[in-house]
């Protein structure tokens, strides 16, 4: 019996307003287009709401951060809860003395269910190939701790945040956890990556799905944004790895909406037996 979800990955295009409450007005607009398009969930890019901040170096960060109980992202969150979307939130949190590369997680009611913290914070400087300027997250982000799983209206979802991806053992955490859809907000630029297809962008991303038999949702940032090129292509990959089931352009802002049948992760589960065939008592050094 099939078990259905309509998902839009909502690709964002470059953002020029220091002041994330300015985004307010066009995510709301988006989350409608998408609850009328047929989706159930909603989820956007990596810090979608401000300019991509770490890519530089500021003391004066932070305003690019939010309190979830701000009356201005409370409108958000009511506009997805009047048309019955459940919503992946990526932002920048604030939380007391700590600051986070996070996702909020709602469901279609507006119960706010949890936050991700992004687990691996990079640090890459400044390259000499064009497109990008680098990343200093390091300096600005705590890592979080944590890996759980949400349910979505019978859905098992986990959250991966951009640099995550290229770690195996995130997604795996999730899997074993019961997650059927990973989603992984990003935000990368042509520095570390391609626009290409075959590139170091899909890889990843299909590795993640068929090491674990879930389906990925990507969804990036694409344009030009003072000088950094983000390349797009936010993607639905199938939970067997190979099929990208839907994809978006490599430069423009674009809703992808796709219907999924979540009983294809079961069946990728059990034709690939990775979970009866696993040695977990061999990998014991994985964690040192």
């Not at 009047?82 to 920048?92: E, Q």
């Not at 990036?220 to 944004?225: H, M, Q, Y």
């Amino acid at each position: 019996m099939a078990r259905t979800i309509t998902i839009a990955a909502a690709q964002t295009g470059p953002v020029i307003s220091r002041n994330w409450r300015d985004a307010v007005p066009n995510t709301c607009q988006t989350i409608l287009k998408a609850a009328a398009q047929g989706a159930n969930v909603v989820c956007f890019s990596e810090l979608f709401m401000t300019p991509f901040f770490p890519s530089q170096l500021t003391s004066d960060y932070e305003q690019y951060f939010m309190d979830v109980e701000d009356p201005a992202a409370e409108e958000i969150f009511e506009a997805a809860a009047d048309v019955h979307i459940a919503l992946i939130f990526p932002f920048g949190e604030k939380n007391h003395r700590h600051f986070y590369n996070s996702c909020l997680v709602m469901d279609d009611k507006g119960h706010k269910l949890g936050i991700y913290r992004k687990t691996h914070i990079p640090a890459i400087l400044p390259s000499d190939k064009p497109g990008g300027s680098g990343s200093y997250e390091k300096f600005y982000f705590s890592p979080g701790h944590e890996f759980p799983v949400f349910n979505l209206g019978g859905a098992r979802v986990g959250i991966q945040i951009c640099y995550d991806r290229k770690f195996p053992e995130g997604s795996r955490l999730l899997s074993l956890q019961g997650a059927e859809i990973i989603f992984m907000p990003i935000c990368a630029a042509t520095y570390g990556e391609s626009r290409e297809r075959g590139s170091t962008w899909e890889i990843p991303l299909q590795a993640r799905a068929y090491e674990n038999g879930v389906f990925v949702v990507a969804v990036n940032r694409s344009g030009d944004e003072q000088g950094r090129q983000h390349i797009g292509r936010s993607m639905i990959i199938d939970p067997l790895g190979a099929k990208i089931l839907g994809e978006a352009s490599a430069t423009d802002p674009e809703i992808l909406i796709k219907t999924i049948d979540l009983e294809n992760a079961v069946k990728a589960q059990t034709s690939l037996p990775w979970w009866r065939d696993r040695r977990p008592e061999l990998y014991k050094n994985l964690s040192t």
